[in-house]
C-alpha cells in the first residue's frame, strides 16, 4: 500500500508538472521567435509597398529601396533576398548570388501569393518569405519576392536560459512534492499499520486491548468501530465462558446429590428397607432432573443454529394454543391454578409448530410454576396484517424490575430455590426467546411484583413476507 500510494502521487503531482514544464518551454520558444518575426513582417511588408511604388522590378538600382534593406539586413543581423517572378535574384545582401535563380519551397509558396516562417534550428535562424504584390484595377499581379533571414542566436540564448532557470525550479518542486508523497504516505499508512498490530495482538487473546487511531475522520471512524466490535467480542468471550461453568456446574449438582445419596446408603449396609426405598427415590429423581437439564441444553444449542433450521408449514395458531393448554391442563390442575384462552380471530401462519408450541408451553409452564394457588394463567391470540400477537398473563409472585431484563438469560433464575423446586433449569426463556428471534419475532415482559406477569410475543405470519 505504501508504495502503491508513493507511485500514485507521483503519477497525479509530479508527472503533470514535467508535462506542464514541456509545454510552458514550447510557448516560450514560440513566442520569442515569433516576437521576431512579427517585427521582420512589419518591416519587409512596407518595403514591399515602396518597392511597388517605385517600380523597383523595372529599375532594381534603386539607392533609395537598396540602402533600406541594407539598413534592415543589419538592424536584424540577417540577410535579405530579392528574386523577381522568374525566381531570379534581383539583389542579395550579400551580393553572392546576384543573377541566380532559387527555386526553394518557400519561394514557390511565396509565389503563389503566401507568406512563409519557420525556424531553422540547424542554423538558429529565422527565415520569412514576403511577396512584393502589385495592385491593379484588373487584380493583383506578384511581382517577386523578398527572402528574408536573421539570426535567433539571442533569442536561442534567451530561450536556454528560461529553460535552465525552470529546470531548477521545476527540480526543486518536484523533490519538494517527493519529499510530501513520502512524508504524506507514512503518515496515512500508519493507523493501518497500528490497526493490522492491533488486530494481531487481539486475535492473540488479548480482548481487553483497544486501539486509538488518529488522523481522519474515516479512520477514527474504523477505531471506533473497532473497538465497538471488540466489546461484543469480549461479550461473547465472557458470556460463552459464563455458559460453560453454569453447564458444569448445574450438571454436577444432581450428580453430587446422588453420590452423596449412594455413599450413605453404601455407609449403612443395615439400613431399613424403607430408607433405600425413599434414597432410590430421591436418587431417580435427581437422574430425571439431569436429563431434563441435558435435554434443555440440547434445545438450546438446536437454536442456536441459523432461521434455515426451521421447519415451516400453515399452522392454525389457535388449535396449537388450545392443544398446548389442554396438555397442560391437569398439571395446572394440581396446583389449583385456571387455564384458559381467548382468540380474538382464527390465526393461520407459517411457523414451525413444534418449536414454537415448545416456546408458548414453557411461557404457561411458568405461569403455573411462578403462581399462587388457585391462580390463574390466560392465554390470547390476536392478528393484524403481518404479525400475530400471543399474550400469557398469570396471577403469579411477579418478577421484581431490575430482574425483567436478566430472565432470558440462560441459567439464570430469580428464585433459585423455587425454580428448582418446580423443576425448572433456567433454561425455559432462554430457549422461547431463541425461537421466537428464528421466527424473527420479538418477546417483551411486564412484570408487578406479587400482582402478575405478561409475557407478550409477536410472530410474523409469514416469513417470507417479513424478507420483502
Ligand atoms: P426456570 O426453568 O427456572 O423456570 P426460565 O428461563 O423459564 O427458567 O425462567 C427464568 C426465571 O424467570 C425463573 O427462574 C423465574 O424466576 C422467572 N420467571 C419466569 N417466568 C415467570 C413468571 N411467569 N412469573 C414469575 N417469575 C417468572
Known amino acids: 500500500m505504501y508504495f502503491s500510494l508513493i507511485v500514485m502521487f507521483i503519477c497525479i503531482s509530479i508527472v503533470p508538472l514535467f508535462i506542464m514544464r514541456g509545454i510552458l518551454l514550447v510557448n516560450v520558444k514560440n513566442s520569442l521567435y515569433s516576437e521576431r518575426v512579427e517585427n521582420i513582417r512589419q518591416h519587409s511588408e512596407t518595403l514591399a509597398e515602396q518597392m511597388v511604388s517605385e517600380d523597383y522590378f523595372e529599375e532594381t538600382d534603386n539607392e533609395y529601396i537598396n540602402y533600406q534593406m541594407t539598413q534592415l539586413a543589419s538592424i536584424y543581423d540577417g540577410r535579405i533576398i530579392v528574386i523577381d517572378s522568374s525566381y531570379t535574384v534581383v539583389w542579395d545582401s550579400y551580393y553572392r548570388i546576384n543573377g541566380k535563380q532559387v527555386i526553394s519551397e518557400d519561394a514557390l509558396k511565396c509565389m503563389r501569393g503566401s507568406q512563409v516562417w519557420h525556424h531553422n534550428d540547424e542554423l538558429d535562424i529565422v527565415e520569412l518569405s514576403v511577396p512584393v504584390i502589385e495592385e491593379t484595377q484588373d487584380g493583383s499581379q506578384i511581382l517577386g519576392a523578398l527572402l528574408l533571414s536573421s539570426s535567433t542566436a539571442t533569442k536561442t540564448e534567451a530561450y536556454i536560459q528560461v529553460r535552465t532557470t525552470s529546470t531548477i525550479v ?41 486501539v486509538h487511531l488518529k488522523g481522519f475522520n474515516e479512520i ?44 450413605s446408603l453404601n455407609t449403612q449396609p443395615d439400613a431399613p428397607k424403607e430408607l433405600y426405598q425413599d434414597f432410590m427415590k430421591d436418587i431417580v429423581e435427581e437422574i430425571d432432573r439431569e436429563n431434563q437439564i441435558i435435554n434443555d441444553l440440547l434445545s438450546l444449542v438446536k437454536m442456536d443454529k441459523k432461521a434455515g433450521e426451521l421447519n415451516i408449514s400453515k399452522v392454525n395458531i389457535n388449535e396449537m394454543l388450545e392443544q398446548l393448554l389442554k396438555r397442560l391442563r391437569p398439571i395446572a390442575a394440581k396446583r389449583n391454578i385456571e387455564l384458559a384462552f381467548e382468540g380474538f380471530r382464527t390465526v393461520h401462519a407459517c411457523v414451525d409448530e413444534v418449536k414454537l408450541s415448545l416456546a408458548f408451553s414453557n411461557l404457561v409452564e411458568n405461569g403455573i410454576k411462578y ?50 423446586e418446580t423443576g425448572g433449569t433456567g433454561l425455559g426463556l432462554a430457549i422461547t426467546k431463541n425461537i421466537v428471534l428464528m421466527h424473527e419475532g420479538g418477546i417483551k415482559v411486564k412484570s408487578r411484583e406479587e400482582e402478575g406477569t405478561v409475557f407478550t410475543v409477536r410472530i410474523p405470519l409469514s416469513l417470507d413476507r417479513q424478507e420483502v
Open 170 to 210: 521545476f527540480a526543486i518542486i518536484a523533490f519538494l512534492m517527493a519529499v510530501l508523497v513520502v512524508l504524506f504516505s507514512k503518515v496515512f499508512v500508519k493507523p493501518f499499520k497500528v490497526l493490522v498490530k492491533s488486530i494481531n495482538h487481539i486475535s492473540e487473546g488479548h480482548f481487553e486491548d483497544t
Open 371 to 420: 403462581n399462587v394457588a388457585g391462580g390463574w394463567v390466560k392465554v390470547s391470540l390476536d392478528a393484524d396484517h403481518n404479525y400475530f400477537y400471543v399474550t400469557v398473563s398469570d396471577s403469579g409472585i411477579g418478577i421484581p424490575e431490575e430482574y425483567q431484563d436478566k430472565i432470558f438469560e440462560r441459567f439464570y433464575r430469580v428464585d433459585k430455590a423455587r425454580s428448582r
Open 220 to 263: 477514527v471512524q474504523i477505531s471506533d468501530a473497532f473497538n465497538k466490535m471488540l466489546v461484543q467480542l469480549k461479550d461473547q468471550e465472557e458470556s460463552r465462558q459464563e455458559f460453560v461453568s453454569n453447564v458444569s456446574h448445574e450438571l454436577k449438582t444432581p450428580m453430587t446429590s446422588i453420590k452423596v445419596l449412594a455413599d
